[in-house]
């Protein structure tokens, strides 16, 4: 390294030795008068300087070669004119010009360019947020304009209760459109920046038909509205996704002078195609060895017949000793029919523990062509499969419980101080009637091949419980050493005595830290009265 910084010493002093040298000829040179036409005009010799140290190249490829470089000139624009810094445009284009002279760039942009550029930059930002919605605001009436100032002088008026529409009952699916009038109805004219509808609805096509007009033209957000004209806002409430009583808004922001911003809703009671009574059947507990069933209503809501399929798309398994069956009620001849029922039969084979299963149908009747598109769009985008048709789904759960069961299977006693009392209690129950569990013993250990910190402290006590044939199996941990510190489980194993069942256990864990659950106290300072110093 120090033979190589040792290199590059003397040509660094060769560099500003040049740079030095050119600097001193370039002031001297712009000191004689330059003729130009018979004009004569003198250049700045500090500027001449700082032109020659920007056209030396610097030398060599260390550090110091490339400090303090000076930017390179700003490339000029097609079409623009060129001045010196300080001097009027050339009148003649064959006027010379010397080719080492140095020149300030400056660009000036006359007003046909200036709105060229403008134009351009509004389409680019068009295109970019078409990009960003995914090839849906392809049409100029979305590109939303900066939002202008307030105009005490601009209005745009909308009858009084005809900002709000109801659809009233529709059917989930539905595609509803409805046509806002608007009025330009202030002194000067309105400009509109924006309309934004919330979730679930989508903006048409925007008019405007100006006074004496004999059609209106489609708008674009930042045009004037001169006053008189009234404005036709077309939204659309799609349904597909909603349920029950449906409201979706929609702001209009413009140069307003009262409020800057127009609110329009739309509204709707949203009735499902399909309904399921009910949407999730509850089989609750079922004792291992019997049977259980529950049945599921489907229909229509407007009573239109249909057929019922089941979505083999997406296929769940059904658990074990489950039997399910879709059957028609009162069908017609092609075998549609108004009302489904499907029946879930849990068999005696089924196995412990808690089950569910969803059941999803497709109809034969296909939703609205063009929800279907933005749902396919939306779902190509999101990479997911969306139906075509009207469907729907009917859950069904439920426990198969074995001769006994515990619960919980697992509890914490928390974070514990030393000497400090914890009580929890676990329940066995026993499903089967006439077998007694009063002869159940308990016994703790460690987890796996771990022994149990403290386990002289841990105690159990089985107590029957009063109406049933269970027993709380409690656990007492009386109170840990007060050098204990660190973390405790173990198991709780029941002998039950049952043949099916001889032996249940559950899990518990702890942890104990000194001086949990208290705050240290500072130690108080008497203070001392220098007067007295003869009490005690």
Known sequence: ?????????????????????????????????????????????????EAASQDAKPVGRGRLSGRNTPPPPAAVPAGT??????????????????????????????????????????????????????????????????RPPRNPNAKLEIEFGSDKHDFGRARQGDLLTHTFELKSSGTEPVVISQASPTCGCTLGEIKVKQPGAQMAELYTFGDPIAPGSEV???????????????????????????????????AANVEPFIIATPQFLQLKDIREGTEKTGTIDIRTAS??????????????????????????????????????????????????????????????????????????????????????????????????????????????????????????????????????????????????????????RFSTTIKPVGGSNAVDVELRLDGLPDEADGSFRGRVVIETGHPSKPEMFYRFSGVCRKLAGQAQRPTPVRKVDPKRTGDG
């Open 1 to 49: 390294m120090k033979h190589r910084f040792s290199e590059l010493r003397p040509r660094a002093a060769r560099t500003v030795s040049t740079l030095a040298l050119a600097s001193v000829l370039s002031a001297a040179a712009a000191a004689v008068t330059l003729q130009d036409g018979g004009a004569t005009q003198k250049s700045d010799p500090a500027k001449a300087g």
């Open 81 to 146: 004119r060129t001045t010196t810094a300080g001097a009027k445009p050339k009148p003649a284009a064959d006027a010379p010009v010397g080719a080492d002279a140095p020149q300030t760039v400056k660009a000036e942009m006359t007003p046909e360019q200036a709105k060229a550029r403008k134009e351009y930059e509004a389409k680019r930002e068009a295109l970019a947020r078409n990009k960003a919605d995914g090839g849906t605001s392809v049409s100029k009436k979305y590109g939303a304009a900066p």
């Open 232 to 266: 036709e806002l077309a939204a659309t409430l799609d349904t597909t996704n909603k349920r029950n009583q449906t409201n979706v808004r929609i702001n209009v922001y413009s140069n307003d002078g009262k409020t800057g911003v127009t609110l329009l809703s739309l």
């Open 303 to 456: 009573g239109e017949p249909i057929m019922l399929t089941e979505d083999d798309t997406r296929p769940i398994p059904v658990p074990e000793g489950l039997e399910v069956n879709l059957e028609a009620v009162n069908p017609g001849d092609d075998g549609r029919a108004s009302m489904w029922r499907a029946t879930f039969r849990v068999g005696a084979d089924s196995p412990e523990g808690g089950k569910s299963y969803a059941l999803r149908l497709n109809s034969d009747v296909e939703m609205p062509i063009s929800a279907t598109k933005e749902a396919k769009a939306k779902a190509k985008a999101a990479k997911v499969n969306v139906p075509t048709v009207y469907t729907v789904t009917a859950n069904v759960n439920y426990r198969i419980l074995g001769a006994l069961s515990i619960q919980p299977q697992f509890v914490s006693l928390g974070l514990v101080r030393p000497g400090q009392s914890v009580v929890r209690n676990v329940r066995l129950t026993c499903h089967e009637e006439g077998f007694d569990l009063s002869g159940a013993k308990a016994t703790i250990v460690g987890e796996g091949a771990q022994p149990l910190n403290w386990a002289d």
